[in-house]
């Protein structure tokens, strides 16, 4: 049985990428950790109608509490000796930034930052005495240049791209058999993107986007930019001098 462990299990993202897990075999036990009891037993109930002999655990935590988050995880290992894959994918974006309230932004920092660096640590330490271990961290495209429509929200994923780069290097000398994998999305079709589909912005689905994911996962990908094109279109935004990048309203 594979122990697939995944934080923000409600996400879109997330959900897609444990309908792929759950037709490669249906030996996988989830252990989902999520904030809303009801939006997740929800989902559950339909999941387990198209996969009967997938198995689950939840957690239903506060995000915003490292204690309860060390605690789960505390929890998790205890009863589990081997996690096979995790994927953290929690993650909150406001649609204007340019009113965003102090508390909105303390917020946005909690679950972007604050829970995906005390995750990744709390998690390490356990996963490092494994024999494999293949984690993925979902990031974004946004970290990789401060843009007038969301640099707080970029900045968190900035955050989280510095934060598994690091712990990436700590890995290569500790020689640890964790594998360790940062997702860069574009934009795509979720719960998050709503108001943009709805503007009639085409965007990437979460499908394809979740295909990639679990691929880049099972190559060993150290960052997997999906869809792919954005690797270039970021290249190319990263390289525009600010005299001409500050004349875009991109
Ligand atoms: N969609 C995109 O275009 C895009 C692009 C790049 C990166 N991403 C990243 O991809 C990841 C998955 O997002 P998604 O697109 O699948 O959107 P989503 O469906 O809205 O998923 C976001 C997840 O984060 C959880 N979450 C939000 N705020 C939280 C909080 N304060 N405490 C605890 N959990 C919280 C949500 O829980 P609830 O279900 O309870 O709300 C949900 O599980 C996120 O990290 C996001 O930043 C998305």
Redesign the pocket.
Known sequence: MRNILIF???????QACMHLWAQQSDAVNFICV???SQ?LQDQLIDFQIRFPNVEFETYVI???CNEALIKCIDAICLRHRQLDQILL?????YNSEESLTAMQLR?MI???VS?IAVTLNALYSKLSKQESAQVAV?????GDRGRKANYAYGAT?AFVECYVEGLQHRIALENSNVQLCLV??????????MHLTEQGKK?AS?EMVAAEIVKGMEQGKRVIYTPKIWKIIMLVIRHIPFFLFKKLDI
């Open positions: 923000g299990a409600t996400s879109s993202m997330a999520a904030r809303d939006k506060d995000f915003s994918a929690q993650g909150s974006m917020s909690d679950v972007n829970s979902i990031g974004s495209v946004a994923k860069k999305p574009g934009p795509t079709a979720t719960a998050m993107t965007l979460v």
